[in-house]
Structures are given as C-alpha cells and as structure tokens.
C-alpha cells in the first residue's frame, strides 16, 4: 500500500507573524487557524508540533512544545510517573494547560506542580500544570536532520510537551 508523506513548516515572514498576533488581528487569525485544523482533521492523519522557548520563574530556560493528539502516535514518548493527555486535555479550557516534562524539568517543577512562562510568539503570559514526566532519553527525531535527535531531558535546556486547544 502506498502513502504520501508530507513535511512542512511555516514560511511566514517574522512581519506577517507579527501581524497575525497583534490584538486585532487575533480573532481572524484563530477563526482561520481552526478551519485549517479542521480540514487537516477530516481528510488526513498528521502529526504537529511547534516550538518556542520562554524562560521559567527561576530563570531557567525551557522549550515549550505544542503538539495535537496524533504527535504521541507518531513519536512514541513514554511515560516514567503521572500520565500523557487524555481526549479531555484537547478539548478543555481550564486555566492550567497540561504539560509533559522531561527529567531535568521535573527537579524543578515536580509532577503536580504549576508555573507560568510567557509564550514569544504571542507575548502572553500562560499557565501550566505538569501531568507527566517523560523517560529519561526520550526524544523526538528531526524531519529535516534524520540522524538528529530532540531529547527532552538535554541539559542546556529544559523541554516541555503540551496539547493543542
């Protein structure tokens, strides 16, 4: 049986960025954003995940990643204590967004515990609740390098995986 496999990331330049971002810009910008997640929900089986990295109460540096409910299908990241997302993760509104640490992180923000970071692309302050600590050396390869790794527990910097609203 055949399949196509398809790669891509966002071409978009840092001005058209930080157009889509600026407050009234906001609800056009999600409104599109949901009706391409939902195309890409009816017609294929895909992966996503984006990045970006902010810094945590103690000055720690962390990569926050974004990934939808097929990214653990794709990359098989197991858990050590606590639990992945559940359906009800993607689809809740809480306060607190659910996140997967790596095992540097959790000596910092221990199974349970919440922070804030403040996320780049948007500028604003979120708000997150560890649920799960990764497998030491778990990580996720590069797409573009396929001999590269992305390890959730790297020393220089601290890796978090949370869901898609």
């Not at 599109?32 to 902010?54: E, P």
């Not at 509104?93 to 959790?106: D, K, R």
Request: charged share 15%; proline share 2%.
């Amino acid at each position: 049986m055949k399949r196509k496999v398809y790669v891509g990331n966002d071409q978009s330049t840092g001005k058209q960025f930080s157009q889509n971002f600026k407050q009234k810009n906001l609800a056009k910008t999600n409104a599109h954003a949901r009706k391409v997640f939902a195309y890409l929900d009816k017609n294929y089986h895909y992966s996503l995940r984006w990045s970006f990295d902010s810094n945590l109460n103690n000055g720690d540096s962390v990569s926050i990643d974004t990934v939808n409910s097929n990214f653990f299908k794709f990359y098989l990241l197991h858990i050590a204590a606590g639990r992945s997302f559940n359906s009800a993760d993607y689809k809740s509104s809480s306060y607190y967004i659910p996140v997967l640490v790596g095992v540097n992180v959790v000596k910092s923000q221990p199974l349970g515990s919440k922070f804030t970071a403040v996320n780049s692309s948007s500028g604003k302050k979120e708000y997150y609740q560890v649920v799960g600590v990764l497998q030491q050396n778990a990580n996720v390869p590069s797409v573009y390098l396929l001999d590269n790794q992305n390890y959730a527990n790297c020393k220089n910097k601290l890796n978090t995986y949370h869901n898609i609203w």
